[in-house]
Structures are given as structure tokens and as C-alpha cells.
């Protein structure tokens, strides 16, 4: 009966192997997943990158121009609005764009559909369509326009309380929640009218718009949110009962 050697491989041997095997679009290591970014145009405002989540303006949405559009893979009809990532670009694997030791913290704001960017935001891909004083924060401009990065989901630090936008007509009310810290991303609304006194379940209309059909108007309103991580907050009487549709209300109600 033959016999056989089996060789010694080392540990690090072993990573790389196994590495070189499941490496993929989007492999993760060390808790880092794999993906591309590229920025759009540069004539655009950079906080003009709200459309399919519904934030008018993420500057006045309190995420300023650290934002980014994500692809249907990560941003999943919507679910995603509001989440953070933490961003570096991977300078192993592209070091004549990339900026060395360097990261960047984005909110989800926006859709990149498929067949846009070279096809770069097609399924399975996981890229992230960023404004472009974020992108330049981890990389330099060039010709390509696109580089490999590294990203994670983090918890969102925003200043100040939520804020609840108003709008909608009549008995269709429709608002629009922003500035959530913690995981970023709202699972569940209620609304609640001074005079109801019960909580009525909220219906995500799109991206962080969030609907209602009863008449409140002319009573003070209270809502609760429950975030993707589980995590709920009342925000009581944060709006008057002088309010009118269009205004922004913030509350002293965080998520951290």
C-alpha cells in the first residue's frame, strides 16, 4: 500500500489559500466587505444625492454632502435609507488612486440602478455611488473614476434630535423622518393625534417617507420608531397642534 506526505502549510499559507478561494465581488475579511465606488457628476450639488429615499435635502436632512447612492444590492427598495458605512479605499489593490490610511463615514441617501455607471450597480455588485467631496476624501480623482474599497456597517452619529417633516394634504399625511442615529435605518412608524390618544401604525410610502390617512390636523402629534437593530423611542408632543404641512419639527430624542 502506497503511502503519501502531506505537506506543512502554515497558518498564513492557509488565509491566503482560503482567501484566493472565496475571494469574490463582495467577500468580507475581518469584517470589511468588498466593494467598488465611484463619484457622480461634478456639476451636481452635493446635496442634491436624496432622490429615492425621499430627503429633500441631505444637508437640511443633517448628513450634510457624506452621502452616497447604493446599489440595489445594499440599498434593498429602500431599507438602507438612513444606514452608515464607514468607507476606505483599498490602496493594496489600487495604489495609484487610492489615499493611504484613510476613511470616511456615509449615509445612504440614494439609488444607483443597474445599467448605470458601466454596470457597476448591478446585481450582485455592492458599490456606492458617492458625492464628490466624500469620494475624494479616500481617493484621488483620475480618469478611471471608480476604485476598489473596503466598507462596514456603523452606527450613525447625527447631531441633534430626529426630525419629522410634515407633509401630505388633508387627511393623507405623509412624513418624512431624518437626522435617526444608531443603526439609521427606521423598520416601523407610529403617529399619535393629542386627541386620538392611540397609536396608529405608519406605512413607508418610499425611502424614509412615511404615510398615514387619518386626519390629525389641528392636534399636536407624537410618533414612535422602532430602528432595523430592534431599538424603539417615543418622540411625544414633538409637533404643536399649529402645525401645518411643509414645516420641520426637531425633537430632543436621539438613537445612539
Do not use: M, P
Given at each position: 500500500m502506497g503511502s503519501f506526505i502531506i505537506p506543512?502549510?502554515?497558518?498564513?499559507?492557509?488565509?491566503?489559500?482560503?482567501?484566493?478561494?472565496?475571494?469574490?465581488?463582495?467577500?468580507?475579511?475581518?469584517?470589511?466587505?468588498?466593494?467598488?465606488?465611484?463619484?457622480?457628476g461634478a456639476d451636481q450639488s452635493p446635496f442634491s444625492l436624496g432622490?429615492?429615499?425621499?430627503?429633500d435635502n441631505t444637508l437640511h436632512a443633517g448628513f450634510g454632502a457624506n452621502t452616497a447612492a447604493l446599489s440595489g444590492a445594499l440599498f434593498r427598495d429602500g431599507e438602507a435609507c438612513g444606514a452608515c458605512y464607514q468607507l476606505r479605499c483599498n490602496y493594496r489593490a489600487d495604489p495609484k488612486w487610492c489615499l493611504r490610511r484613510t476613511s470616511i463615514t456615509i449615509t445612504a441617501t440614494n439609488f444607483c440602478p443597474s445599467n448605470n455607471n458601466g454596470g457597476w450597480c448591478n446585481p450582485p455588485n455592492h458599490h456606492f455611488d458617492m458625492s464628490p467631496p466624500a469620494f475624494l476624501r479616500i481617493a484621488r480623482r483620475g480618469d478611471e473614476g471608480i476604485v476598489p474599497v473596503l466598507y462596514r456597517r456603523v452606527p450613525c452619529k447625527r447631531r441633534g434630535g430626529v426630525r419629522f417633516t410634515l407633509k401630505g394634504q388633508s387627511s393623507f399625511n405623509m412624513v418624512m423622518i431624518s437626522n435617526v442615529g444608531?443603526?439609521?435605518?427606521?423598520?416601523?412608524?407610529?403617529?399619535?393625534?393629542?386627541?386620538?390618544?392611540?397609536w396608529l401604525p405608519m406605512n413607508r410610502n418610499w425611502g424614509v417617507n412615511w404615510q398615514?390617512?387619518?386626519?390629525?390636523?389641528?392636534?399636536?402629534?407624537?410618533?414612535?420608531?422602532?430602528?432595523?437593530?430592534?431599538?424603539t423611542l417615543e418622540f411625544l408632543n414633538v409637533v404643536p397642534s399649529t402645525w401645518k404641512f411643509g414645516q420641520t419639527f426637531a425633537s430632543t430624542r436621539q438613537f445612539f
Open positions: 506543512f502549510v502554515s497558518v498564513l499559507q492557509l488565509f491566503f489559500f482560503v482567501s484566493t478561494i472565496f475571494e469574490g465581488v463582495n467577500a468580507q475579511v475581518n469584517g470589511w466587505f468588498n466593494a467598488h465606488a465611484t463619484f457622480y432622490g429615492a429615499c425621499g430627503y444608531g443603526s439609521g435605518n427606521v423598520k416601523a412608524a407610529w403617529i399619535r393625534g393629542s386627541r386620538t390618544r392611540t398615514s390617512s387619518i386626519d390629525l390636523r389641528n392636534q399636536g402629534l407624537s410618533f414612535k420608531l422602532t430602528l432595523v437593530d430592534g431599538k
